[in-house]
């Protein structure tokens, strides 16, 4: 599942890693919701100039209480799979103020099916996860902070946020079994360049750290449309050491849509 979380766990940024533990975590105010049901985004995941998968979101209608479903089917290709491979598919349960109430995941890593549950938020400072691998449960428990999203929630919710050049934001995030404190830069406005078509575009920049670990950092950089859509069409990071980057391909937007 990692090459999925870092397509969309692109969410973004740290300053440094030492300030990972000591700052305070404030995730800013949720503005109006810029999507609708029925959005659906697709994207091509490359690595050094070669195409190794695709990603597909889709905003689905919510279950048991919730606005909104954010599905994510993630998978590589053949020419990835002499060194990674994995098809997979999560999703998340907002509330109509984009609330995480729930995530879940099924994956298939080198061949090896792994799923997991978690309901949200953190209770007392810690995210229980129901997971299983070939069927047999192993459940964990996190440290995780009061506002910890999933990294489908967490991405959606930075679509909603003012986002003013210089601004810092900071969301602690669930993504590949760990949580991490992601602490955003808003960088500017610049064009973005990708086979859906040429965007202007707010350009965010920074890491991501272990909430457990500051040691464990990962540099990432993102891209939203700068219109009232705020469509997420670029994100670059890290797998196994090897740059990965999401380039949004094609997209549809949401029949309950509203401009701003």
Known sequence: M???????????????PARGRAQACVTPAVGRVPFGLGERLSYDID????????????????QRGAAYAIEARGRTNTFAANFY???????SHLGPALQDRSYSQDATERGVRESLDIAFPAAQGRLHVRAAKEGNRHDFDLHAPDQTRDLLAALYTLRAMKLTDG???????????????????VAGREMA?????????????????FVDNPKVCRPLQFWLTDDARRLPV??????????VCANLESFVVGKRWRSR
Do not use: M
């Open 47 to 62: 690595s050094l100039g070669a195409s190794i998968g695709t990603l597909r979101l889709a905003v689905l209608p919510g």
């Open 167 to 185: 601004e810092e934001l900071c969301l602690p995030v669930y993504g590949a079994k760990h949580v991490w404190f992601v602490r955003a830069r």
């Open 2 to 16: 990692r090459g999925l979380a870092v397509a969309l766990g692109s969410v973004l940024a740290l300053a440094s």
């Open 234 to 243: 670029a994100a670059c990071g890290t797998v196994q050491n090897k740059p």
């Open 85 to 91: 491979q994995v098809d997979a598919i999560a999703r």
């Open 193 to 209: 360049h990708t086979p859906a078509g040429d965007f202007r575009s707010i350009h965010l920049t920074g890491s991501a750290v």
